[in-house]
Nanobody, 117 residues
Framework: QVQLVESGGGLAQAGGSLRLSCAAA?????????MGWYRQAPGKQRELVAS???????HYTDSVKGRFTISRDNAKITVYLQMDSLKPEDTAVYYC??????????WGRGILVTVSS
């Protein structure tokens, strides 16, 4: 069983920055493959924001390329999302995920990010 604990959300002004963190407890590094972040805005489907493999390969959705940076600390089994140049359309609940080697995907409970114009 893997528990994911997210932190770092909140309110930011357009053009500002926030950093999200997601720590995985109950597992060890070698049992986790890809980690990443999804988001869900009101009335919209959940969408992938960014992901990172345990080898460090990254993927970003087009709308955040050049503004968001995903990274991970394998020793701490923690994934980060540095969000710069925030836009009101980035407002959403952000969900962390971790993919176990068994094929199970674990999710965090979600954290709210609100960007004011």
């Amino acid at each position: 069983q893997v528990q994911l604990v997210e932190s770092g959300g909140g309110l930011a002004q357009a053009g500002g920055s926030l950093r999200l963190s997601c720590a995985a407890a109950g597992s060890i590094f070698s049992s986790i493959n890809t980690m990443g972040w999804y988001r869900q805005a009101p009335g919209k489907q959940r969408e992938l924001v960014a992901s990172i493999s345990n080898g460090g390969s990254t993927h970003y959705t087009d709308s955040v390329k050049g503004r968001f940076t995903i990274s991970r600390d394998n020793a701490k089994i923690t994934v980060y999302l540095q969000m710069d140049s925030l836009k009101p359309e980035d407002t959403a609940v952000y969900y962390c995920h971790a993919d176990h080697i068994s094929g199970v995907r674990y999710w965090g409970r979600g954290i709210l990010v609100t960007v004011s114009s």
